[in-house]
């Protein structure tokens, strides 16, 4: 009864959104909002990714929400999961190939991670991916090692550390510019990699913010394994 | 009708036959792969509307993070719906 | 017109999911499918025909054959989100395990005061 009642409201709600959707044209040219922030990208920020520009000079108060909203849910998963007796994580070692190989590639991609997030105003990139990219190499060491520590409290500190750069890069903007996240250091030319002013440095900040809250947040999940 | 056209059409089939796969089976695990099956073809269908950005993100974070945090809960609880 | 079609109907097998079945984790999977979705149609309306990404790569690209850029910068933001909710409701599925022993909503209907 349940089902039926289910798949007849899922029924009208596909239906009236697909006849209203196929109405919007397919393909057409980017007007208002876009094609301005297209335009003036380049003059008024200097960073050459456009997508950049916006998520970190035109809408940077938004990622610093973000930024929030993930420290809160790396702390509440901690929090929820707090167990006074320390356990150990799996059971046994993996293989020789696994435990050879994972100690040659796991160098290589924290330096594709720190690339990633470094270049982030020139290629395709930034913080969130670089982020997520190291704490994917700390998980490959986590399954193939069963005595592979990471010391919490160094792991806080950069966290909070990152987070207060975020902020007081803002509030450099408030005092020697005219609004908060002000871009106040020169431009440079477009296309290097010291240009673009502050966009650079957030990103650095956001990157090592990212990478810490996940390793911290997967080192909670494996430990309670008993 | 170009190849790209073709391509998009068969990338979808499998987008949704993926996606039925994963809400219908009662073993877990093999709906978590399904699930991380519908962010490796969506990755690529980002990349094909011109979006590279999105592309990355999704393949970071949707096929690795995701499965393997469903994977560590999988493990504490039980492995089969009743 | 494919990519319209193919996000509402992942919308709507993952709202199948998140009201007919009994098992919690299965529910949190048809959250993340929704959120597939919703990503999915939001970059199929910023495409512009024969256009190529919005990046200035080479000094001649004209801001005219370009892709919206605004809901790549949002939905960025978005699948960082789905991330956090998804990490959080599991580590409540783990807690509500260790108290009740079985996953199943129609067990799980006693709330102590």
Same mark, same amino acid.
């Given at each position: 009864m349940r089902k039926v009642i289910a798949i007849l409201l899922l029924f009208i709600i596909g239906y009236y959104s697909l006849d209203v959707l196929l109405k919007i044209p397919f393909g057409e040219s980017a007007g208002g909002v876009g094609k301005h922030y297209l335009e003036s990208t380049i003059k008024e920020t200097?960073?050459?990714n456009s997508v950049t520009a916006i998520v970190v000079s035109y809408r940077g108060f938004d990622t610093l929400g973000e930024v929030t909203v993930l420290f809160l849910a790396a702390t509440g998963l901690g929090a929820i999961l707090y167990d006074k007796k320390a356990k150990k994580r799996a059971l046994q070692n993996a293989s020789v190939i696994v435990k050879t190989s994972s100690k040659i590639i796991y160098p290589l991609i924290a330096l594709l991670g720190a690339y990633v997030f470094v270049h982030g105003h020139l290629t395709p990139g930034g913080g969130f991916q670089g982020g997520a990219i190291i704490a994917t190499g700390v998980l490959l060491m986590f399954i193939s090692y069963r005595s592979f520590e990471t010391n919490h409290k160094a792991l806080s500190i950069i966290e909070s550390l990152a987070g207060m750069t975020f902020v007081t890069i803002g509030f450099a903007g408030l005092i020697y510019g005219?609004?908060?996240?002000?871009?106040?250091?020169p431009f440079g030319?477009?296309?290097?990699?010291?240009?673009?002013?502050?966009i650079p440095l957030i990103y650095i900040a956001v990157g090592f913010k990212v990478g810490a809250e996940l390793t911290a947040l997967l080192d909670n999940l494996l430990k309670t394994i008993k | 009708m170009n190849w790209l056209t073709i391509v998009v059409v068969i990338l979808s089939i499998v987008l949704i036959i993926a996606a039925v796969f994963a809400v219908y089976q009662k073993d877990l695990l093999l709906a978590v792969i399904g699930t991380s099956a519908v962010s490796v073809v969506l990755s690529v269908l980002f990349y094909i509307l011109q979006a590279p950005d999105v592309a990355l993100t999704e393949a970071a974070i949707g096929v690795a993070l995701t499965t393997i945090i469903f994977v560590i809960t999988i493990k504490k609880t039980k492995r089969f719906e009743e | 017109m494919i990519y319209y079609a193919t996000s509402i109907l992942l919308i709507l097998i993952g709202m199948y999911a998140v009201l007919v079945k009994k098992n919690l984790i299965k529910i949190v999977i048809g959250l993340s499918i929704v959120d597939n979705g919703i990503h999915l149609l939001l970059i199929a309306i910023g495409y512009v025909k024969d256009g190529t990404a919005p990046?200035?790569? #080479?000094?001649?690209?004209?801001?005219?054959?370009m892709v919206d850029p605004v809901p790549q910068a949002l939905v960025l933001t978005a699948i960082v989100i789905g991330l956090a909710v998804t990490a959080v409701a599991l580590s409540l599925i783990i807690r509500l395990y260790d108290h009740h #022993?079985?996953?199943n909503i129609n067990k799980i209907r006693k709330l102590k005061w």
């Open positions: 200097g960073a050459v005219t609004s908060f996240l002000q871009n106040i250091l030319i477009p296309g290097e990699l010291f240009s673009a002013g502050i | - | 990046i200035f790569s #080479k000094p001649g690209l004209q801001a005219s054959q #022993k079985t996953l």
